[in-house]
T-cell receptor, first 114, second 115 residues
């Protein structure tokens, strides 16, 4: 069975600091991996995704993530946090085959202070 | 207009009442999903449908039922609502075609409170 573990339910950074949100996955087959963001009182928006090919994936708003098969990780980073990055972030995995739904992690709330 | 529309956006009801949450999409996607979001638990899959004749249970289907009335419509019903079904419910769609990636497209959510 697939699963996703997000380390840290809450991460706090200062504006301008590095953002690092951790995600580890478990999958019996090559996975497709996703990061979604949820701003307050809104739905979920795709930040970035890894399917195949280049393991460093760039997304919207300056975020990027690296797929590391040996570490079963897909950590999300941003070099310099902005106040507008404050939101909840979800990592998700699917089997990479037609016929499966996304499995989500429990989420990490990012707070950004000035 | 949103590609994935959920109604109602907010609903307060009482224990034992029947509730229906509706979802419609204009993306032309075959696949539709219902997820539930609870604080600290992330999103959990309730039901999903890969086409009009296909309905599948997710990890937390007990107490819920669904109907896929058309390719564009997928409704979630709570036959007899209970307080622990208080949550934020999301409908989502995905495409199954060339370039399939599994990406989900979400509605804005329906907040349900059961008293």
């Amino acid at each position: 069975a697939q699963s996703v573990t997000q380390l840290g339910s809450h991460v706090s950074v200062s504006e301008g600091a590095l953002v690092l949100l951790r995600c580890n996955y478990s999958s019996s087959v090559p996975p497709y991996l996703f990061w979604y963001v949820q701003y307050p009182n809104q739905g979920l928006q795709l930040l970035l995704k890894y399917t195949t090919g280049a393991t460093l994936v760039k997304g919207i708003n300056g975020f990027e993530a690296e797929f590391k098969k040996s570490e079963t990780s897909f950590h999300l980073t941003k070099p310099s946090a902005h106040m507008s990055d404050a939101a909840e972030y979800f990592c998700a995995v699917t089997k990479g085959q037609a016929g499966t739904a996304l499995i989500f992690g429990k989420g990490t709330t990012l707070s950004v202070s000035s | 207009d949103a590609d994935v529309t959920q109604t109602p956006r907010n609903r307060i009801t009482k224990t034992g009442k029947r509730i229906m949450l509706e979802c419609s999409q204009t993306k032309g996607h075959d696949r539709m999903y219902w997820y539930r979001q609870d604080p600290g638990l992330g999103l959990r899959l309730i039901y999903y449908s890969f086409d009009v004749k296909d309905i599948n249970k997710g990890e937390i289907s007990d107490g819920y039922s669904v109907s896929r009335q058309a390719q564009a419509k997928f409704s979630l019903s709570l036959e007899s609502a209970i307080p622990n079904q208080t949550a934020l419910y999301f409908c989502a769609t995905s495409d199954l075609g060339q370039g399939y990636t599994g990406e989900l497209f979400f509605g804005e959510g329906s907040r349900l409170t059961v008293l």
